[in-house]
């Protein structure tokens, strides 16, 4: 079965710094492009990052771009996202998908962060 | 990166169609088939109904249909039931490893 599990989120205050972390598990996670999608409360889902399965193509949204760095580690079947210069309107529930046939197929139960002072 | 143009909401009875759509630019939906459709029911993760414009994921009954016209898509769903009643959204490929989301549709089963 495949899983996907998101963890890290909590509370920061704006300016801070968080780091998501994503497990996978049940598909051959070296194969796969992996994104970031983001639902901030009350508002729509926003497509955040891409990796693809090497690592090399790297890719963010503009609204998010300079501040978060998207990496993965095979190895160890795990994603990570780092969030840097948090601002209030990055509060949202984080998504870890997996990319297949140019789309997303499965995605995780989300991680909650909340950038209040 | 601006977000695909939906509905803000559609509404029809049991056992009706009801159709959403999703207008891009060239640069997205009328440049590329990929072109996807989500279901979301708050507090659970959204579910992929149609990818590459109208084709369906395993699971997924036929009732949910998908279609694309230059720089619209469509997502039509027949033979409405309770359990449709969700927010959708259209999702496109937009070049250079980018997606964008349409600002999502409410579905209400009457």
């Known amino acids: 079965e495949v899983q996907l599990v998101e963890s890290g989120g909590g509370l920061v205050q704006p300016g801070g710094s968080l780091r998501l972390s994503c497990a996978a598990s049940?598909?051959?996670?070296?194969?796969?492009?992996i994104h970031w999608v983001r639902q901030a409360p009350g508002k729509g889902l926003e497509w955040v990052s891409y990796i693809n399965p090497g690592g090399r193509d790297i890719s963010y949204a503009d609204s998010v771009k300079g501040r978060f760095t998207v990496s993965r580690d095979n190895a160890k079947n795990s994603l990570s996202l780092q969030m840097n210069s948090l601002r209030d309107d990055d509060t949202a529930v984080y998504y870890c998908v997996r990319d297949q046939w140019w789309t997303f197929d499965y995605w995780g139960q989300g991680t909650l962060v909340t950038v209040s002072s | 990166q601006s977000a695909l143009t939906q509905p803000r909401s559609v509404s029809g009875s049991p056992g009706q169609s009801v159709a959403i759509s999703c207008t891009g630019t060239s640069g997205d939906v009328g440049g590329y088939n990929h072109v996807s459709w989500f279901q979301h029911h708050p507090g659970k993760a959204p579910k992929l109904m149609i990818y590459?414009?109208?084709q369906w994921p395993s699971g997924v009954p036929d009732r949910f249909s998908g279609s694309k016209s230059g720089n619209t898509a469509s997502l039509t769903i027949s033979g409405l039931q309770a359990e449709d009643e969700a927010d959708y959204y259209c999702?496109?490929?937009?070049?250079?490893?980018?997606?964008?989301f349409g600002g999502g549709t409410k579905l209400t089963v009457l």
């Open positions: 999702l496109s490929y937009a070049g250079s490893y980018t997606w964008v």
């Open positions: 049940g598909f051959a996670f070296n194969g796969y492009s």
């Open positions: 590459e414009v109208s």
